[in-house]
């Protein structure tokens, strides 16, 4: 009898990922992209009535033609052929590779590099929290006791796009100021509008009002670092060290096994990227991104 074969096909909805992923490969992230106007659409890599992998995409369009970009996937279910990870897209394409291994697969199909590799910070969440807390790096670890013993009031709840829309704002000012960009307000409300239990909102203030937050999103048993804002007087409090201690243990103790704290840059951002690895997280590169301008061929993937 034949071995039966791998196959990436089209799906109207999204599959749920075989392993834990990035937000940009789960569907809650797929569902407030589409609720913001995005084009989304997924596949799956099946054998018979399995599912050994997903992908999802966005397409845009650019004059006659579609962009599909791909961000951190695709997702293979454990013990699935790496081999497999190989998606044939419609080109143009664009994808990011989480891993080095993937990227290479999808040099050697013709795709071309168009940035260098990103690292991303990520703590494994599954310790105790003894164990955690004596991964913390000194600093930090001093920095949290002195918030502990400090004069902050911090508070914990599901982000309400109604009710912290000014929280957004003073973020897009943030931006602005730092000249970085992130994803638009829109988003963030759309995804605590469709899953507003998959939101987590941590808040530190003194007397004076509100001094910092940090929003984290959810998705399967992994956590992503969303955005975080900080007035001046915050540093000194070390009010983001105590937040991000208390996003921590609460997510250790609704057992989610890892924390995205998203990329680091030691060049143009040294501080924020000792403040990530302060937490005990690990660096972690993706692969680069990269560009295919032709059609790839070869939808079906022997097992």
Partial sequence: ??????TWTLRDTAPDPPDACALHQHPRYGAAMRAIG???GWYALTRGARTLGTAQILRRRLGPSRLTWLPRGPVLAPGTDPGAALLPLP???VVQPDTPRTARLYRSHGYRALLTPAHIAELDLTPDPGTLFAG????WRNRLRAAQSGPLRTHDRPFDPDRDADLLTLDRHQ???RGYRALPPGFTCAFAATHRQATRLFTAHDRAGMLAYLLFLMHGDVATYHIGWAAPAARKAHAHTLLMWQAITHLHQRGFTRLDLGPIDTEAAP???????GTGAVARPLGPTLLRLLPHRGATIAA
Avoid: I, N, Y
């Fill in 136 to 139: 913390l790096h000194g600093k």
């Fill in 271 to 277: 501080g924020l990227a000792r403040f990530k690895l």
């Fill in 175 to 177: 931006q602005r100021t």
């Fill in 1 to 6: 009898m034949a071995a039966m074969s791998l």
């Fill in 91 to 93: 080109g143009p394409s």
């Fill in 38 to 40: 995005a084009d989304v």
